[in-house]
């Protein structure tokens, strides 16, 4: 292996590190789910809380393995990530691909599940805004966009324009 590439064992440690704190950013939006499901807002803002130590903990290991690959002189993208695997041994290379397959995999199931998340968060939010006119005695169709791209009302001006 030659001498500028970056110590594979470091690597692998770091990705490893890596899949621990999106396995418990995955558990974290699991347990956001259910609290949305129950209204629970005390746990809500306890996993909000908990969630923002794990992105930064994730954001810091990110950077970590970056610099790893950027002091190499490798670009920490695809391209970058193939050319390094394809400059390592058979078993090194395996181990590698295997690590970073099971970080996107991962990855891909935090992205879904936040997805998931955001969907339930708006649909809550609509459901709360419709509750609310209801209650201020607003109706829907008289909700109208104002300069500022907020809703506005716009029942008065509906008034003064018929007569």
Do not use: C
Request: net charge neutral.
């Amino acid at each position: 292996m030659p001498t500028n590439l970056p110590p594979l064992d470091q690597i692998n440690a770091l990705t490893t590190q890596g899949i621990g704190f999106l396995t418990t950013l995955n558990e974290l939006l699991d347990a956001e789910y259910h609290a949305l499901q129950q209204r629970d807002v005390a746990e809500l803002q306890t996993l909000v809380e908990q969630k923002t130590a794990v992105l930064q903990q994730l954001e810091e290991n990110n950077q970590s393995r970056n610099q790893f690959f950027i002091a190499a002189g490798i670009t920490p993208n695809k391209a970058g990530l193939a050319d390094y695997q394809s400059r390592l041994n058979e078993a090194d290379a395996h181990a590698f691909k295997h690590g970073w397959s099971e970080l996107e995999i991962v990855l891909r199931q935090v992205n879904d599940k936040n997805k998931r998340n955001e969907i339930v968060i708006s649909r809550n939010s609509r459901n709360l805004e419709q509750l609310m006119s209801i209650l201020r005695g607003q109706n829907q169709k008289n909700t109208l966009y104002n300069q500022s791209g907020g809703k506005g009302n716009y029942a008065a001006q509906n008034s003064l324009g018929k007569a």
